[in-house]
């Protein structure tokens, strides 16, 4: 079959295009400075080892609920990817929802703690935060937030504490490990975690990250990074574009023990939802978890498939249960137009319902 004739002044004209559009994009790389993490002013209100509890300060003329709502992000990224920017922003979305807003940073773990467990993250460093909320507010529970592997602590959390939690919410949250469609879950199912925890100690956070960009190796790895050339001479979406790729390349190594378990005893053995998991001596019953939840999946995410998140209806024992379908990706959730349009206020809607 002949290949198609491209006409020479159409070529030319693409050629001299994209020149100016490359030419510009440099002009426009020398102009970026410091990319910013986290816009929305904060005040650090609790401090433990790596640990950082914030409080989000809300909009002067905004009233704020009671009870506090906090975030539980997950251990392999930085939680700024909920604060990206002035309008891209979670956090933004739920203090504009009325919410009082608090999360926990969980730092950069070093050597000092390769032997820290599930049980400390969970039934230590959470359940601290979760009383300093509780006697900050003279509150019996508080709401919790609970955002991919920081909505399985938050699970694990509210089974084991149910008398803490007033609501849960939990966003592209993995909850059945071994679903079809789970590419993550078939990588995990096969690592051999034992010698790797052993070798390393703490686990590289760049090399977990490598190991989410091979999911999907042509858009996240060289597909986007063609698309960019195409808007190089945009500044304001070359900014954005650089946020969100400092947040990726942002992978805090993991506490080696803690790796371990949840590699094992979640994605290999799937024990959370064949209710054999423990924590700290105690199993975890999903069946306990009786507050009001949530659920807020993404129809289009590779990382936590929907039904590896939607199983969640079958497990909990509440007779309270929703769920919020955004059609996105896993990133798109946090920062996305539509997702900033529906979700918050979404969110804020449920726990403003049950405030009463």
């Known amino acids: 079959m002949a290949s198609p004739r491209i006409p020479p002044d159409q070529a030319l004209r693409e ?29 650090a209100i609790y401090r433990e080892d790596k640990l950082t509890l914030y409080r989000f300060k809300p909009p002067a003329a905004k009233a704020q ?42 730092g950069y ?12 993250y969970i039934n230590g460093y959470l359940d ?3 009383d300093v909320l509780r006697r900050r507010y003279r509150a019996e529970s508080v709401d919790l937030l609970g955002i991919c592997q920081g909505g399985t602590f938050s699970l694990c959390y509210a089974a084991l504490h149910p008398d803490k939690v007033r609501n849960l919410v939990t966003m592209v949250t993995p909850v059945d490990f071994h679903t079809p469609a789970d590419m993550l879950s078939r990588w995990a199912k096969r690592v051999d975690v034992d010698a790797a925890v052993d070798a390393f100690g703490n686990i590289p956070g760049e090399m977990l990250n490598w190991i989410f960009l091979m999911l999907k190796p042509y858009r996240l790895m060289g597909q986007k990074y063609v698309d960019l050339i195409d808007r190089l001479d945009d500044l ?56 009001p ?50 979700v918050p206020p979404a969110i804020g809607a449920w726990i403003a319902e049950r405030s009463n």
Not at 313 to 336: C, N, P, W
Request: glycine share 8%; aromatic share 10%; with cysteine.
């Open 15 to 43: 050629f001299t295009n994209v020149s100016q559009k490359l030419s510009e994009g440099v002009h426009n790389l020398l102009r970026v400075r410091e990319i910013p993490t986290g816009v929305t002013p904060k005040e």
């Open 293 to 342: 939840v949530l659920n807020v999946y993404a129809k289009e995410d590779h990382l936590v498939p929907p039904q590896a998140s939607l199983a969640l209806k079958q497990y909990v024992g509440t007779d309270d249960y929703r769920e919020l379908a955004f059609g996105g990706g896993h990133i798109g959730i946090y920062i996305s137009g539509k997702s900033q349009k529906e």
């Open 236 to 291: 304001e979406h070359l900014h954005n574009f650089l946020r969100t790729e400092k947040w990726i390349f942002d992978s805090p190594d993991q506490a080696g023990e803690a790796f371990r378990q949840f590699i094992k005893e979640f994605y290999q053995e799937n024990k959370l939802i064949q209710g054999h998991l423990t924590i700290g001596g105690h199993r975890v019953d999903l069946k306990k978890v009786t507050m």
């Open 128 to 130: 601290r935060c979760v």
């Open 109 to 120: 773990p070093d050597r000092a703690d390769r032997y820290l467990e599930l049980d400390d």
């Open 65 to 106: 609920t009671r009870v506090p709502l906090l975030v539980v992000y997950a251990l392999v990224n930085r939680p700024y990817m909920t604060d990206l920017q002035e309008d891209r922003s979670i956090i933004r979305g739920l203090l504009g929802a009325g919410l009082d807003v608090y999360l926990i940073d969980w």
